[in-house]
């Protein structure tokens, strides 16, 4: 199993503003991922962080406006650029172990963000 | 398309009932499921995850049955308590992916 934190756990934010989010695991991991639940919904898949390349995004998410760092096999942020209310949500950073990503995934505790 | 559904969006039951949540997918053809428990503002609790290859995983209290021919996973809890109360997701990577796929959950709540 992997176990991950991620900081900050929470914040108020003002519109128009970046924050950055990171992922720690404690184990050297083959692909990370971030995740956005936005409020009464379920999870949706942002991107997918690359470690030595640019990460791959999902429909509908874009790089400049969620950039993402990969420096490593344990660690990874993802920015929330130019935050408007409606990136109002929880963002969940979630990591496959190295042998078989299809195996199975862990999720971080997520970090809720409030964007006024 | 690739999709998960989860019925009934929200239940509500007496403290002791066991109960049934139901998770269906759309591709038989599939990696693996997970069940997850999320409590309210907070991150994902995974309680059963069920390869392929198998039909059923047990914890404690809870048993998930995975039937992939007919695309549906059922979470059973019994002797449901108010500590259950939570939002409990079915997520499924499909095969030839490597990403989940989660559902739309369903709230339950556990009246004491």
């Known amino acids: 199993s992997a176990v991950i934190s991620q900081k900050p756990s929470r914040d108020i934010c003002q519109r128009g503003t970046s924050l950055t989010i990171q992922c720690q695991v404690d184990s050297q991991v083959t692909m990370m991922f971030w995740y956005r639940q936005q409020p009464g919904q379920s999870l949706t898949l942002i991107a997918t962080a690359n470690q030595g390349s640019e990460a791959t995004y999902e429909s509908g998410f874009v790089i400049d406006k969620f950039p993402i760092s990969r420096p490593n096999l344990t660690f990874s942020t993802l920015t929330v650029s130019n935050m408007s209310p409606e990136d109002s949500s929880i963002y969940l950073c979630?990591?496959?172990?190295?042998?078989?990503?299809?195996?199975?995934?862990?999720f971080g505790p997520g970090t809720r963000l409030l964007v006024l | 398309k690739q999709e998960v559904t989860q019925i009934p969006a929200a239940l509500s039951v007496p403290e002791g009932e066991n109960l049934v949540l139901n998770c269906s997918f759309t591709?038989?053809?599939?990696?693996?499921l997970q069940w997850f428990r999320q409590d309210p503002g907070k991150g994902l609790t995974s309680l059963l995850l069920i390869q392929s290859s198998q039909r059923e995983q047990t914890s404690g209290r809870l048993n998930a049955s995975l039937d992939k021919s007919s695309g549906r996973s059922t979470l059973y809890i019994a002797a449901s308590q108010p500590g259950d109360s939570a939002t409990y997701l079915c997520a499924v990577i499909f095969s030839g992916t490597y990403k989940y796929i989660f559902g739309t959950g369903t709230r339950l709540k556990v009246l004491a």
């Open positions: 979630s990591v496959g172990t190295a042998n078989n990503i299809q195996e199975t995934q862990y």
């Open positions: 591709d038989s053809a599939i990696y693996n």
